[in-house]
Every structure is written in structure tokens, then in C-alpha cells.
């Protein structure tokens, strides 16, 4: 028996409660792991989530709870003066409020984002604008999508390179 799942089911795909359910159920299992969305998809939208000079670490959150939400546990101050590039998975429909929250508690408004929606797929699209215009600019995309704050979000789409060239 085979469960596929895309991406990493280790990142916010419940890989570990069904491979405990699995364990619980006496069924052998095997984990081999795949490529985290957070990583592969602003790669596909030509970001990388890291840069020698402009950013040290990145910070994968969810933002299936908006900010303030009971059950978050993020502390969005502490995201917003981490100077680390901030992934936000399953996060479209509370991208408004992430933001508001991030530009609330010090990040800059003119902080690079982008939005690579239904990455690797033939109708990938990518929206990038600063931190303060992405919510709206990227209003009209569905999911799945990845959203990307930080400098390295100057790069999407290539736009840096093209200007560099």
C-alpha cells in the first residue's frame, strides 16, 4: 500500500498524525520525503528563500489562522523584525490581515513580497509588489499559492536579473 502526497507531508501536511495512526494500526511504514512547497515554489516563481548578502534564514509559517485568531500561535512581532524571509503557506485567504499585522508591529512598508499561485503548473502565476500593495495585487489568485516576504521577493519572476542584465 502506497499514500503519496505532493510536496512535504512533514510541513503542514499531517504526515506525522498519519503515519501515527498508521504505526497505531500495525501497518508497516516507510516515510520517503519530498519537496517542501516552501522551498520548491518560489524557486518555480524564480525566488530563492535565501540570498548571500540579503537574507541568512527563512521563516515558514501558516496562514491558515489569520493574526489575533485564538488558536495562533505566531508572535508576528517577533516575524516582522527577524530580517529572515517569510514563507506563508496556505495562507490567501488571510493575507490582508498577515500583512496589516507584519506592518503593524515594525516591517517596512516597502518590503519586497510576491505571490507564486499553482506553482509548477502550466497556468503558474506570480505577483510580486511591496508588502503594503501585495493583498491587493494578488486579490485575484486562488490556490494554492506561496507567498514570499522579503528582499529575496526582488527577484521574482526574474525582474532583478532582467534589470541587472
Known amino acids: 500500500m502506497v499514500r503519496l502526497k505532493g510536496g512535504d507531508g512533514f510541513v503542514f501536511g499531517r504526515g506525522m498524525e498519519e503515519l501515527i495512526a498508521c504505526t497505531a494500526a500495525g501497518l508497516p511504514v516507510r516515510v520517503i520525503p519530498g519537496v517542501t512547497a516552501s522551498v520548491s515554489v518560489p524557486a518555480l516563481g524564480g525566488i530563492p528563500v535565501t540570498h548571500r548578502g540579503l ?32 514563507v506563508v503557506l496556505m495562507g490567501v485567504a488571510t493575507l490582508p490581515a ?8 515594525g516591517l517596512a512598508a516597502e518590503t519586497p513580497a510576491a505571490v507564486v499561485a499553482r506553482g509548477g503548473l502550466p497556468d503558474q502565476e506570480v505577483v510580486s509588489a511591496p508588502l503594503h500593495q501585495i493583498a491587493e495585487r494578488a486579490a485575484h489568485l486562488g490556490t494554492p499559492a506561496v507567498t514570499v516576504i522579503g528582499d529575496v521577493a526582488r527577484f521574482a ?6 534589470e541587472v542584465i
Open 98 to 105: 498577515v500583512v496589516a499585522a507584519l506592518l503593524e508591529h
Open 55 to 86: 537574507v541568512q534564514g527563512f521563516s515558514v509559517i501558516s496562514g491558515h489562522l489569520p493574526p489575533g485568531h485564538p488558536d495562533s500561535t505566531l508572535d508576528y512581532r517577533a516575524l516582522a523584525q527577524s530580517g529572515t524571509t517569510l
Open 157 to 162: 519572476t526574474s525582474q532583478l536579473l532582467e
